[in-house]
């Protein structure tokens, strides 16, 4: 199965973030992770209170991370998708705290690799546990910039492989996150 490539960008960018937003906000269930479980995931981060969920968390940001960088990361993007991450958590982290880290998974792809870092932060997520709410959320972080290029696409399909599903699952999880998004736009 070839990529799956995707442009949203004729419905400009305010629409669009405001879109990606909307739509992860009022997830929970149908491949995204819920904007509760991302903030209290976050919270747990900064409290380092909860392992599992903190866990949950950090790896969500790895992974929408590595998937989003995989055609490159223009510094307009870092700062877009930290925008929309503290927005999504309800500031419970910061901005500068998300840009940071970015740079933190800068050099940690460099050190192993975007392959092997994928591979680890996919081992996060094992046994059905929010598998499909990381596939989704990465694809929802990629088409945060209003595409979806042929190496996230790839990125997104290799994911789904260390997650033990089909190049088909990938591909509904994808385009239900399209979907949701699109509908969004048309409101």
Do not use: C, W
């Amino acid at each position: 199965m070839g990529s799956l490539e995707v442009d949203l960008t004729s419905f400009g960018a305010d629409k669009l973030r405001a879109a990606v937003l909307t739509a992860l906000e009022g997830a929970g269930g149908g491949g995204l992770p819920s904007a509760d479980r991302l903030r209290k995931g976050a919270a747990a981060t900064l409290e380092s209170s909860d392992d599992e969920v903190s866990t949950y968390f950090v790896s969500m940001l790895e992974i929408g991370y590595l998937i989003a960088s995989a055609d490159g990361f223009a510094e307009e993007e870092r700062h877009a998708l930290a925008t929309l991450l503290e927005q999504v958590t309800g500031k419970a982290v910061s901005h500068d705290a998300l840009e940071l880290h970015f740079h933190d998974l800068d050099d940690a792809v460099e050190m192993l690799g975007r392959r092997e870092r994928l591979r680890r932060a996919a081992e996060d997520f094992t046994g059905g546990m929010g598998e499909k709410e990381a596939l989704g959320f990465a694809a929802v972080v990629a088409l945060a910039d209003g595409k979806l290029a042929a190496p996230e696409s790839d990125a997104l399909l290799e994911l789904g492989g260390h997650f033990g599903l089909s190049p088909e699952d990938v591909s509904q999880v994808i385009a239900g996150v399209v979907t949701r998004i699109k509908a969004e736009l048309e409101n």
